[in-house]
């Protein structure tokens, strides 16, 4: 259950914590669709498509194709986003976000096609055994979706992950992976979509029936959390690593950055400095075990945070992002280091 725990915790990690950043580097996206769903809802439903429809001429399905096919490339904008904040961090992606269908774009687009693929076979051949063979195929396509899915963070994160590398990570992982994209989503998403869409109901039937554009950005923000959630079991099984300079490459160390006001107090360390994240872990553990910080909230590769037993408000936090290792302590003493 801990395990489960913390992939949850660190889902709301990332999305609170990139909360700006995603909110700046989506607002493009999330517009467009929304102008989409409000002006063109009778051009992106499924009987759009049909050729044969009484109610669309030849070119408005034309239309219906070239606005879902914009839909679907606005989603893989969002996803790849997502995953490239959530595990390269926020300054992997341009400030407005990226906008041009690039190799990154096209390659997410390819192997998502192949994924449909992939999944669709085990259906199609399992229909044929009468009664349970439609029931076994699902099951065959919800396993080869959790052991395949590391291949979406991995291509948004410019990673050289295949299906078959995919089938490899995840080997002993897949009930960590079936909650991670199905179990934790669809539970988040009927609890906050509920609670959202009664608000978003009231305020349209209030104000104005406009209003219903306010399901775009719930959908946008139900699908960021799911993505997040896939990333962060992508990062607890396939660590990003720190501390790493790439041959013929050399940066100069930045100054160590201090800050206090009240009784926050904040150290901001570059990774070019002779720490790693595990001694500086091991240094707060040791200075503030003392002062009664001995509940670990959580700990993984990049972050790690420590409470006071006798005060909630207390805390001791550790994060490593953007080359930078970040050390923060509230309603204690301020961090005393080797390297200070």
């Not at 396993?143 to 994160?157: D, G, K, Q």
């Not at 992976?177 to 209030?206: D, H, N, Q, T």
């Not at 800050?259 to 904040?266: N, V």
């Amino acid at each position: 259950m801990a395990l489960y725990k913390e992939i949850i915790v660190n889902t709301f990690d990332i999305v609170f914590k990139n909360t700006q950043a995603l909110l700046q580097k989506l607002l493009i996206p999330i517009i467009l669709i929304s102008i989409i769903n409000f002006y063109f809802p009778q051009f992106i439903s499924i009987h759009s498509l049909d050729l044969e429809n009484l109610n669309l001429s030849t070119n408005e399905s034309i239309i219906s194709f070239i606005l879902i096919f914009m839909l679907i490339i606005l989603n893989i904008s969002i996803a790849i986003t997502t995953h490239r904040i959530a595990i390269l961090g926020s300054s992997s992606v341009p400030k407005y976000g990226s906008y041009i269908f690039g190799l990154r774009e096209l390659k997410f687009l390819f192997k998502s096609l192949i994924m449909i693929i992939i999944i669709a076979i085990p259906i199609i051949l399992f229909t044929f055994i009468p009664f349970v063979g439609i029931f076994i195929g699902i099951f065959f396509t919800i396993m080869l979706s959790a052991r395949l899915s590391f291949i979406y963070p991995a291509t948004a994160c410019d990673e050289n992950v295949s299906f078959l590398s995919s089938w490899k990570l995840t080997k002993g992982h897949t009930f960590l992976i079936l909650f991670s994209i199905i179990l934790f989503p669809l539970l988040f998403s009927l609890s906050v979509g509920l609670i959202y869409s009664l608000a978003i109901e009231f305020l349209i039937k209030l104000i104005s029936p406009h209003l219903n554009v306010l399901y775009s950005f719930l959908n946008v923000f139900i699908t960021v959390f799911s993505i997040s959630a896939l990333s962060s079991a992508y990062l607890y099984i396939k660590p990003r690593p720190m501390n790493i300079t790439p041959k013929n490459v050399t940066e100069p160390k930045r100054d160590i950055i201090k800050k206090s006001k009240k009784e926050l107090h904040k150290v901001v360390i570059h990774d070019k400095h002779k720490v790693t994240f595990k001694s500086l872990k091991k240094e707060l553990e040791e200075q503030y075990k003392k002062l009664g910080f001995v509940n670990i909230a959580y700990n993984r590769e990049n972050a790690y945070l420590l409470k006071n037993s006798s005060d909630d408000e207390a805390y001791v936090s550790l994060r490593y992002e953007d080359d930078e290792f970040t050390i923060e302590t509230k309603k204690t003493i301020e961090p005393i280091l080797k390297l200070l």
